[in-house]
């Protein structure tokens, strides 16, 4: 069974860091792009970053380039969402997700197949 877990969420003041990580099983996901996405209350979900399975390629959301900086570690099978100058806007369930085997990075929510159970990020200004 695939399981991605998120870890690392929690409570932080405005301008403060945090790191996510999403570590999976079941699976690996060296050869395919993973990404992270964030729900906030009475929002849709939306992208905040993508990686290929390289680590070479990533992409940002408008909104968060700057400040986060997402990487990954495919011998842990694991990929990292570090959030510098974190912002009231930021606060959101975090998820994270992979796509299947040999997928390109996308922004996309529907085109990603797996997905962890999110991490609650909240930032008190």
């Known amino acids: 069974q695939v399981q991605l877990v998120e870890s690392g969420g929690g409570l932080v003041q405005a301008g403060g860091s945090l790191r996510l990580s999403c570590t999976a099983s079941g699976r690996t996901f060296s050869s395919t792009a993973m990404g992270w996405f964030r729900q906030a209350p009475g929002k849709e979900r939306e992208f905040v970053a993508s990686?290929?399975?390289?680590?070479?390629?990533?992409h940002y959301a408008d909104s968060v380039k700057g400040r986060f900086t997402i990487s990954r570690d495919n011998a842990k099978n694991t990929v990292y969402l570090q959030m510098n100058s974190l912002l009231p806007e930021d606060m959101a369930i975090y998820y994270c997700a992979a796509r299947r085997e040999d997928s390109s990075w996308s922004s996309s929510v529907a085109a990603y197949d797996y997905w962890g159970q999110g991490t609650q990020v909240t930032v008190s200004s």
């Open positions: 990686i290929n399975w390289s680590g070479r390629r990533t």
